[in-house]
């Protein structure tokens, strides 16, 4: 029997987004300031999301950023529990879900703090950072 | 139907043999056999071809690499890529093309290596492409499987659709492919368990990929390739084989959008196109070749395409009715489809080939009598964003 080497390898990490992409640079920007945010179109009043710096209505390039308070509600989820990404792979099973901000955008993202086999299609839930180098990613649990 | 179009017709198809190559072959080389055999099928050779159409999986500058490759100089290059429905755009683009004087004999092909290439298509990260949307969704880790499993749960929620019903397409496709030499010796090479008819229990017994998709309900990856040949109304009178037109198409596209409903595809859009251009309807098809990605894939796709009503697939699928020798409703992916016989990772032009072998009375689950088929191609990812491409074909 031979000897467990130790494993010295950097335990891996979330894949996270690339701060350089100008559309959603913005939007990544501000999560490392805590806030959730997506872009609404000052001609038409269209909520823009994934974010983009036009109107997807009237191509527009006349926006504004604004906040989200957080609040949303589970559209649909799928519980993962087989994935060959090293990091996903070491955290299955866990639910990835599209989430309906209260003001419209509807992201992808995990529904954490549960059991993944409790989560339920229109369960209200809240936002929960997950912090990083230079930005957090917007996760989700529960409504308190 | 005298008003149906018979501006163009498939004359010659080939599905390449195998899906394990070993290595030993490029998606290239797949592609130039398969052109080879499908234009013998036709009675056509290399120097009848004027017009290629390519989603480009043999790399950059597709229009261009393929027809040195091949040793052509066409009229016509068209490199419309979309995903898996590629195919079903390239068989709409040639007809147009045709129709309007500007080719005569349209090449369509296929390669890839994906099982020897050892590509965890399904389950793999995602890797990224740039795009501002990849930037927005890759953190969450959503495999494959799991957006469309997300289709799934949104539909269950909202219908009442079950994993039993789902298990009905995995069924229907297994049995047709039990039937078809080629997808038994495709699921001996990819090294399947227990490889033989399946019963609805075997499929929601099998192990859970995402929730609520089991193994059962997910396509295979493969290694394969094949290639369609395309002609107008004058060369197809001389080919080996009696044609089959291509009378009605349709494209579209669906994209996430902000309170928008996941349970229904872009083929609403597509469906009405190419069957409104044909003249006839989903009940009247005799062969219906749809995309099986996964059992979703088909459900969402039989509702869209107007098989029957949104929300009803679950209730339209049962008691075997997608099987090729239940007069009840079409045949279902009578090759045994991407499910249990052929997913490279672009399935869209062996919906092509088999819907053609229906009608000219060749596949291995034959329908007797079969004369008109619908082929359906979703490319991308249900539940997200993706291409619709129709295409509703005719014997002669």
Redesign the interface.
């Known amino acids: 029997m031979t000897e467990a080497k130790k494993d010295t390898r950097p335990a891996p990490s979330r894949p996270l987004p690339n701060l350089n992409e100008l559309d959603t640079a913005p939007f990544w920007k501000a999560t490392g300031e805590g806030k959730l945010t997506y872009p609404v179109c000052n001609d038409c009043g269209t909520v823009v999301f994934y974010p983009r710096a036009h109107c997807t209505s009237c191509l527009s390039d006349n926006l504004d950023w604004r906040e989200a308070c957080g609040r949303g509600t589970v559209y649909t989820f799928s519980i993962v529990r087989q994935s060959y990404h090293p990091f996903f792979r070491g955290i299955a099973p866990y639910a990835v879900a599209w989430i309906d901000l209260e003001e419209g955008p509807r992201l992808a993202s995990n529904v954490i703090e549960i059991d993944p086999d409790n989560i339920e299609i229109g369960m209200p839930v809240e936002l929960v950072w997950e912090p990083h180098e230079d930005l957090s990613v917007p996760l989700f649990k529960p409504a308190t | 139907m005298p008003a149906q179009s018979r501006d163009a017709a498939i004359v010659g198809v080939h599905e390449f043999p195998s899906r394990d190559v070993e290595g030993a072959l490029s998606p290239l080389q797949i592609k130039a056999k398969s052109a080879a055999a499908a234009l013998a099928d036709a009675g056509l050779t290399l120097a009848d071809v004027d017009a290629i159409y390519d989603a480009g999986e043999g790399g950059g500058m597709a229009g261009l690499n393929i027809a040195e490759y091949f040793g052509l100089k066409p009229n016509v290059i068209d490199t419309t890529g979309v995903g898996g429905s590629s195919y079903e755009y390239h068989a709409a683009h040639a007809k147009r093309d045709i129709a309007a004087g500007k080719a005569n004999v349209a090449l369509l092909t296929y390669g890839s290596t994906a099982h020897s290439a050892a590509q965890?298509i399904g389950?793999?990260?995602r890797g990224?492409t740039?795009h501002?949307?990849d930037?927005?969704?890759?953190?969450?880790?959503?495999?494959l499987?799991?957006n469309y499993?997300?289709?799934a749960?949104?539909h269950m929620?909202q219908y009442g659709t079950t994993s039993r019903q789902l298990a009905e397409i995995a069924t229907a496709t297994r049995y047709h492919a039990m039937r078809n030499p080629q997808a038994v010796q495709a699921m001996k090479d990819l090294e399947f368990l227990d490889i033989r008819e399946t019963s609805i229990d075997d499929v929601v017994n099998s192990?859970?990929?995402?929730?609520?998709?089991h193994l059962l309900e997910c396509c295979m990856i493969s290694d394969g390739g094949g290639a369609v040949v395309i002609a107008s109304p004058e060369v197809a009178r001389d080919c080996a084989k009696p044609p089959v037109w291509i009378i009605g198409t349709g494209e579209a596209t669906k994209y996430?959008?902000?309170?928008?409903d996941?349970t229904t595809s872009a083929a609403a859009q597509s469906a009405p196109a190419a069957f409104g251009e044909a003249g006839v309807s989903a009940g009247e098809m005799d062969i219906a070749m749809i995309y099986d990605s996964f059992s979703i894939t088909v459900l969402t796709l039989l509702e869209d395409l107007g098989f029957c009503a949104k929300g009803e697939g679950g209730n339209y699928v049962e008691g075997g009715k997608l099987r090729f020798d239940n007069p009840a409703g079409p045949a279902l992916n009578t090759d045994g489809g991407g499910l249990s016989s052929n997913h490279p990772g672009m399935r869209g032009i062996f919906l092509l080939i088999e819907a053609a072998r229906q009608l000219r009375g060749e596949s291995t689950s034959q329908v007797q009598g079969a004369s008109l088929a619908v082929a359906h191609g979703n490319g991308g990812m249900l539940?997200?964003r993706h291409t619709a491409g129709t295409i509703v074909l005719a014997g002669d």
């Open positions: 965890r389950v793999g990260g990224a740039g501002p949307s930037n927005m969704d890759m953190f969450a880790g959503m495999t499987v799991a499993a997300m289709v749960a949104r929620h192990r859970m990929i995402a929730d609520p998709l996430p959008e902000n309170g928008g996941i539940g997200s």
